[in-house]
């Protein structure tokens, strides 16, 4: 998450339809100058080469950002068959180049049915997780390779929507932590050939789709009294939580982190969304002896000093 200094207090979620070219940090600060926040953060960087949804959180919002970490994602991708490059992407270096076959209809679809389901994945060496306390891209990029453990991801399904004699064009739904790059990768061997990605585009992020998302070009054109109307409301990413209503007193206890006692309810346990005067006041724990622990508060108005 970035700061800066002086700006102002904007609460909200914006999607941005990030474009070709372009890291995530430079997309936010580009977004960020326009509206003048005073703090933002991005959840779940994009490469540069690739395009699409990129959820932007600022203000009290920043504070559910790592909870979209944890979102299922839908991605299009263009895979390169016959072609393997040290990235995993069509921006590195050709390491090995292999004639394609003529695969079948069914063949390919086998091919990608193999990979659906829970399977382990290993992480490239150009990506930003860490090792003793260095960037593994930044490693690579001095030609030094570290094992990697798999870790076990999801590939909830993958379609296929387009192929012709040297490329595969897929939808993936996967859980968070898949490496597309790898996936790609993965295919490719599988079919004798190998693969890199030609083209990458998120096209959704938990409850959020491209559909609503803006670009930078358009953001511009919206007029600077505006574009709050933009931004989504911070406690829509933890809709599917259940919600407590507290009075004004009750409201000023959980405010001062203190636990209180609210019986009156059907909730049995768990984590909640708590509102008084329909603000949102941020996420509690009922446990099950009727008290309402609180565990992260927002600061979105609302006089319960």
């Not at 609460?11 to 580009?30: F, P, T």
């Not at 491209?210 to 070009?217: G, K, R, V």
């Amino acid at each position: 998450m970035s700061r800066r200094k002086s700006g102002k207090d904007i609460h909200g979620i914006l999607l941005l339809d990030k474009r070709l070219g372009v890291s995530s940090n430079r997309a936010l600060q580009e977004v960020r100058r326009l509206f003048n926040a005073n703090k933002a953060g991005h959840t779940g960087s994009l490469d540069p080469m690739a395009t699409g949804l990129l959820p932007l959180c600022f203000g009290e919002a920043t504070k559910v950002s790592a909870m979209m970490l944890d979102y299922n994602k839908r991605y299009e991708v263009l895979i390169q068959l016959g072609v393997m490059t040290d990235t995993g992407d069509e921006e590195g270096k050709i390491i090995a180049e292999k004639p394609v076959p003529e695969f079948t209809l069914g063949e390919i679809k086998t091919c990608l049915q193999s990979f659906e389901g829970e399977i382990d994945q290993v992480p490239p060496m150009y990506s930003a997780l860490k090792h003793n306390g260095r960037k593994l891209y930044e490693l690579a990029r001095e030609g030094i390779t570290i094992e990697r453990k798999a870790r076990r991801i999801s590939i909830f399904e993958i379609k296929l929507v387009d192929a012709t004699l040297d490329t595969l064009t897929l939808e993936v739904f996967c859980s968070k932590g898949t490496y597309i790059r790898s996936l790609a990768e993965d295919i490719g061997h599988e079919l004798g050939c190998g693969g890199t990605v030609k083209a990458l585009r998120r096209t959704q992020a938990g409850l959020f789709k491209i559909e609503d998302a803006l670009t930078i070009e358009q953001l511009q054109e919206i007029d600077l009294t505006q574009l709050t109307d933009c931004l989504i409301a911070v406690d829509k990413p933890l809709s599917l939580m259940p919600i407590i209503e507290l009075s004004t007193e009750e409201a000023r206890l959980i405010n001062h982190g203190q636990p209180i006692n609210h019986e009156e309810n059907d909730i049995d346990s768990g984590m909640v969304r708590m509102y008084c005067n329909q603000v949102f006041l941020g996420l509690g724990e009922m446990l099950l002896d009727g008290k309402l622990v609180p565990k992260k508060i927002f600061n979105l108005g609302g006089n319960f000093a």
